[in-house]
Structures are given as structure tokens and as C-alpha cells.
């Protein structure tokens, strides 16, 4: 492998400008299908033992910190979701729930008390054997009434927790949730050693989790080796992996290109068929619930005017911005964060269309004429950004909106702007139950709510519908929750997009791929090789 330093120096020579790049850029029109049939060859192989990966991800920050509470970015989730880190249950390829380090679980009728029962003899990478007291110390890290923990919401209804031996959680919950096993594969819940006072150890990066963590450079690099003693020989081909942070889109190509790196997330729409043709390298795509989002924080004037966030929404001309930003790799979003495919998706919500006519009205009815905002746009939420953004901007223009376009460095953007800038871009993976996105993103007063959406409506059918075990009356509450962000929100979602990657030939990868986030689910680290 290359020293690190030559692929960074090599990186930087082969760089040219985004307009560049962009001229250079092929039509759209490309078929999802044609591209994922790039990848069959090596999805038939055999999973083997032994060599070195690298890989560079679109993410990553020098302000990265590995507390599981606060991870949140693309670089940081991919290193704990099948690298370092291990959970009680997982997502499985084709989506379902699937038993990790709790072997079972079940429930009482009334889904308010949870049993998890642990495997025997797993150990964490300092030797020590996984009890049901470290559950007990990682699930309670992201407790209490000061917790900034992004999961705070996803276990603030544990009642009680206790071990009934070393092997056995019980979970007493205020209310039923039927969906929590599945609350349990957030990649903010690993299973981390506990320290004598009872409190979880994440400072020492030690985990239960296929591989271990070797060297750690925030925003720089990773190196991870085999834990020798995981509890599952299924997993954990690899024997070493350097996991490297490149947020420049050209860079990250030109490393994919060169054979510098096996793999890259976040492939370069435009150039994505260019990609796929080129010798030694497949190119696979994904739809899941990723998408990207503009929110806007309601606190803040003019935001916290509903008809100021309605006229911007009427504003954007979405699928414009799904055939030039995206290239067709996904579809238009209507404002809300449940994608198509998802149980609970709200089929009879009208989708919101381009109407510069609706965007005056609702100007008029704040008592304006005309709008000049700003927004802060980074290439750091996704690929094409500042381009979206300045699509807006043209858009908006017949609505009497003035958009100013500020380009924001990529490192730092999020602890510089996120649910701090009134108006920035972003995007969320998506959660594989509606409950965990609306709970993460969405419920009043959360650490994660990027537009500081407090309705009590919503907070109200947000906790009746975890409990509710009626499939149509459920159904019911999330299609209202997703109306009532769509009209009164702060989240402008233009788009949901395919995940698409790019991996060298010699990767091998399962038949089926999971799609809750991008690269497999980011469990590519414990389930691919090399062949």
C-alpha cells in the first residue's frame, strides 16, 4: 500500500475545477439497473480471508469526536456500523431485523417490557467479556434530562433497565413501542465496555465489533485491523483497513481512478456512466431513504413565518434539481423525510409543485412584496450543493425571492452552521422506521431537530404511535405527522437520492446488499472482501 502521504499529494495534482469538471460531466439518462448489473460478478463470489482495503469517504471533519451520542456523519457512522462497534440487532441485506449481539428477544403483550438475551462469550477488543451491565452502561450514556446524545430521544421512554444474570437485559418501557428492537440498530447505540461507576467507556475506542481500531485521525484517517476474537467468523474478511476522509468530489474520483483506493461513496453524478465503463471498476447503486434537505430553523426570523417557509418551498423547482443535481439517480420530495418505499409513506399527500404564483401569495399574506435571504451552501451536505442551491436561487427569482449563495468550506460546516446558520443545505440517510426519524429530527426540543420544529400535534401523534399496535390507525398518525411537517415544517426536501458507489473488480460483495444506508447499509467494512 502507498504511503498515505503520496495518495494525498497525488490527490491534489490530479485536481481541476468544479466548472471544469463539470463540462466535462455526461448527459443524463443513465438506467439504475444497467449500473447495478455492473456489480454481479462479484456479487457471486465467495467470501474470502485476508488482505487490505482502502476506502474514501465524502465525509469527515478534523472536529470529528467519537462519543456514539454525537457521531453524525457519513466518515464516523461507517467506522462504528460493521467496523468497530457491535449492536444488539442489526439490519439485515434485505432489510429485516436481524440478531446481532442479543441472540433473541421478546416482548410482553403490551409491548412496554423488552428481553434481550446476549450470546455467550463475546468479548470486546481488550479482552474483556460482554455483560448485560455494559448494555445497561451504553444504553443509559444517552439518558437523562442533560443529554445532548442524538438518541436521547429514541430511548427517553426507558422506564428501567436490569440484568437478570451476565446474559440477560430487561427493559421496562413508559409506553409499548413496537418497533424497539429496531430502535436498537441506530448507529448511536453500540455496545461499549462500562466503567467501574457504571458509566459507558467510549474514550478509549474500544468496542465488540469486527475489526479494532488501530489509529485514529479525525478527518484524516483511520486504521483498523481484524478483531481476532469476534464472535462471528461470518463476518470480518478483511484483514486490515484504512478508512480515508476526501471530500472533494474530484479528488475522490481521481483516487478510484488511479487504484489508489478500492472503493468511494458520494460517485460524481455526472461522470457516474464515465466511471462505470472504466476498466477495474464497478459501479453499484441503491435506493433507499436518503435525501437531501434545506431546513430552515422556525425560531429565527424570517423562518419562524410560516408563509415566509411556505413561499420558499413553492419556490424550488424540485424535479429541475433531480435531472441536473442528481441526474435521475433518485426522485422529488415533497417536503417530508418518508421516502416511497417506507411502510408508513403518505401515497395520498399532494406533492408540491413549482408554483411562483402560490410563493407571492404567501409573501402577501406575511406582509411582503419581496424576500432577500441567504443561504449557507457546502459541499459538505452532498455533491452538487452550491449547484442546487444556486438552482434555487434562479427559481426563486420569479417568486420575488432574492437568494444570495454563500459557499461554505467543507471542514467544519457542520459545527459551524448546522442548527445554528437560519438557512443551510443537509441531508439525512433516512431511518428504516418512521419513529426513529421523526424522534431523531423532528420531535420538539431534541438535540438533532435541524429546524427547531416545536408542534404539539405532531409530539402528540409522534408518542400515540409508537404505542399503537392497530396497523390502520397507526398508518393514520404518521400519514397526519408527515402533513403536518410537509405544510408547517421547516424542512424544504427537494429530493431523495440513489446511493451510488463505486468499488475496484477485485471487491466482493453479498447478493444482497442492504440499502438503510449508503455503501451496504456502511457495514461494507465486516461484509465485503477482496477476491
Not at 66 to 89: K, R
Not at 145 to 169: F, H, Q, R
Not at 243 to 257: C, F, G, Q, W
Not at 270 to 288: D, F
Request: charged share 25%; with cysteine; net charge negative.
Amino acid at each position: 500500500m502507498k504511503p498515505l502521504n503520496h495518495l494525498t499529494n497525488q490527490l491534489k495534482a490530479n485536481r481541476i475545477s468544479r466548472r471544469s469538471f463539470m463540462r466535462q460531466g455526461l448527459a443524463a439518462g443513465v438506467s439504475l439497473s444497467a449500473l447495478s448489473m455492473a456489480a454481479s460478478k462479484v456479487d457471486a463470489a465467495t467470501p474470502k480471508k485476508g488482505g487490505h482495503m482502502t476506502v474514501a469517504r465524502g465525509h469527515g471533519s478534523t472536529t470529528d469526536v467519537l462519543d456514539p451520542g454525537i457521531v453524525e456523519n457519513g466518515y464516523t457512522i461507517g467506522l462504528c456500523l460493521g467496523g468497530y462497534q457491535g449492536y444488539l440487532t442489526e439490519i439485515g441485506g434485505d432489510g429485516s431485523l436481524e440478531p446481532s449481539m442479543a441472540e433473541s428477544w421478546e416482548a410482553s403483550a403490551d409491548a412496554k417490557t423488552w428481553m434481550f438475551k446476549l450470546r455467550d462469550g463475546m468479548e470486546f477488543h481488550n479482552g474483556r467479556t460482554v455483560k448485560a451491565a455494559d448494555v445497561i452502561a451504553s444504553i443509559n450514556h444517552h439518558r437523562g434530562e442533560d443529554s445532548t446524545s442524538a438518541a436521547a430521544p429514541l430511548v427517553s421512554s426507558v422506564k428501567d433497565m436490569k440484568a437478570d444474570g451476565d446474559n440477560v437485559i430487561v427493559v421496562e418501557l413508559e409506553a409499548g413501542n413496537a418497533d424497539f428492537p429496531f430502535i436498537m440498530t441506530d448507529y448511536h447505540l453500540p455496545i461499549m465496555p462500562a466503567n467501574d461507576d457504571g458509566t459507558m467507556n467510549w474514550q478509549d475506542l474500544v468496542g465488540a465489533g469486527a475489526y479494532k481500531i488501530d489509529k485514529y485521525d479525525a478527518g484524516v484517517s483511520t486504521a483498523l485491523s481484524r478483531h481476532g476474537n469476534h464472535w462471528s467468523d461470518a463476518v470480518g474478511h478483511l484483514d486490515t483497513v484504512e478508512v480515508l476522509s476526501i471530500i472533494d468530489t474530484n479528488a475522490r474520483t481521481a483516487a478510484m481512478a488511479s487504484g489508489d483506493v478500492q472503493a468511494i461513496d458520494r460517485v460524481d453524478l455526472k461522470t457516474a456512466e464515465l466511471m462505470g465503463r472504466k476498466p477495474g471498476v464497478n459501479l453499484v447503486t441503491a435506493t433507499g431513504t436518503l435525501h437531501y434537505s434545506l431546513p430552515m430553523l422556525t425560531d429565527t426570523a424570517p423562518y419562524d413565518d410560516n408563509n415566509i417557509r411556505l413561499a420558499i418551498k413553492y419556490a424550488v423547482n424540485r424535479q429541475e434539481i433531480v435531472d441536473k443535481i442528481l441526474f435521475g439517480y433518485g426522485e422529488v420530495g415533497n417536503d417530508h423525510p418518508i421516502g416511497s418505499g417506507q411502510r408508513y409513506f403518505n401515497k395520498d399527500l399532494a406533492q408540491r409543485e413549482y408554483d411562483p404564483d402560490k410563493a407571492k401569495f404567501h409573501l402577501k399574506e406575511a406582509g411582503l412584496d419581496s424576500l432577500a435571504i441567504k443561504i449557507n451552501a457546502s459541499e459538505a451536505a452532498f455533491a452538487g450543493a452550491v449547484d442546487a442551491a444556486i438552482l434555487i436561487q434562479n427559481s426563486a427569482k420569479g417568486a420575488g425571492i432574492e437568494l444570495e449563495v454563500e459557499r461554505t468550506p467543507n471542514d467544519g460546516f457542520w459545527a459551524d452552521h448546522w442548527i445554528k446558520s437560519p438557512f443551510i443545505t443537509s441531508y439525512w440517510s433516512g431511518r428504516p422506521v418512521e419513529d426513529q426519524m421523526f424522534s431523531t429530527a423532528y420531535q420538539t426540543g431534541v438535540s438533532w431537530n435541524e429546524t427547531r420544529q416545536a408542534n404539539e400535534r405532531f409530539d402528540e401523534l409522534l408518542v400515540a404511535a409508537r404505542a399503537e399496535l392497530n396497523e390502520d390507525t397507526r398508518r393514520a398518525m404518521y400519514y397526519e405527522m408527515q402533513e403536518i411537517v410537509h405544510n408547517e415544517g421547516g424542512a424544504l426536501i427537494p429530493m431523495f437520492a440513489s446511493y451510488v458507489f463505486a468499488i475496484a473488480d477485485n471487491v466482493g460483495m453479498p447478493e444482497k446488499t442492504a440499502t438503510n444506508w449508503d455503501m451496504d447499509g456502511e457495514r461494507w467494512m465486516e461484509r465485503w472482501w477482496l477476491t
